[in-house]
T-cell receptor
Framework: AQSVTQPDIHITVSEGASLELRCNYS??????LFWYVQSPGQGLQLLLK??????LVQGIKGFEAEFKRSQSSFNLRKPSVHWSDAAEYFC??????????FGAGTTVTVRA | NAGVTQTPKFQVLKTGQSMTLQCAQD?????MSWYRQDPGMGLRLIHY???????DQGEVPNGYNVSRSTTEDFPLRLLSAAPSQTSVYFC?????????????FGDGTRLSIL
């Protein structure tokens, strides 16, 4: 079965600084990979996805992620964060068994 | 365009009570799922359905039942609530379970079991 690890529980970043959130997955074949964002009291919104092709994918709100098969990673990045990026971020992996597995999440705090 | 609608938004139950969490989508999606979200554990899949009349267990199905009599609705039943089921529950749907069709999430139901 697939699994996802997000090593960082909480990250604090200054507004305007760059952000990188780590995600490592475990799956035997090429997985489907997703990043979701959750604002307080809301459901999850898809930021970006990867399942084949170019390993650098662009998403909404200025986010991008890079798939590295050799490292089993799918890290999320943003060059310059805005106060509105404060939220919880989830990495997820899907396989062919109709199940989507989520990481534990990383909470991002943005300081002025 | 309502998307995925979950009701109620908040609920408090006593141990042993039963309850049904409602989930409806108006996008004609075949795939629907239920997750529970607990601090430090992310979202864990409870049950899912790939179409009307078809359901299957996810990662944490114990204590929960589901049915899918229509494409639109996917209710989650707690037969005898326990404090361990205190959580935030999310319903999600997608046209099918494939990588180019991400899941649409409802706003969640916050459930407390006393």
């Amino acid at each position: 079965a697939q699994s996802v690890t997000q090593p960082d529980i909480h990250i604090t970043v200054s507004e305007g600084a760059s952000l990188e959130l780590r995600c490592n997955y475990s799956y035997g074949a090429t997985p489907y990979l997703f990043w979701y964002v959750q604002s307080p009291g809301q459901g999850l919104q898809l930021l970006l996805k990867y399942f084949s092709g170019d390993t650098l994918v662009q998403g909404i709100k200025g986010f991008e992620a890079e798939f590295k098969r050799s490292q089993s990673s799918f890290n999320l990045r943003k060059p310059s964060v805005h106060w509105s990026d404060a939220a919880e971020y989830f990495c997820a992996v899907g396989a062919g068994d109709y199940k989507l597995s989520f990481g534990a999440g990383t909470t991002v705090t943005v300081r002025a | 365009n309502a998307g995925v609608t979950q009701t109620p938004k908040f609920q408090v139950l006593k141990t042993g009570q039963s309850m049904t969490l409602q989930c409806a989508q108006d996008m004609n999606h075949e795939y629907m799922s239920w997750y529970r979200q607990d601090p430090g554990m992310g979202l864990r899949l409870i049950h899912y359905s790939v179409g009307a009349g078809i359901t299957d267990q996810g990662e944490v199905p114990n204590g929960y039942n589901v049915s899918r009599s229509t494409t639109e609705d996917f209710p989650l039943r707690l037969l005898s609530a326990a404090p361990s089921q205190t959580s935030v529950y999310f319903c999600a749907s997608s046209p099918s379970f494939s990588p180019n069709q991400p899941q649409h999430f409802g706003d969640g139901t916050r459930l407390s079991i006393l």
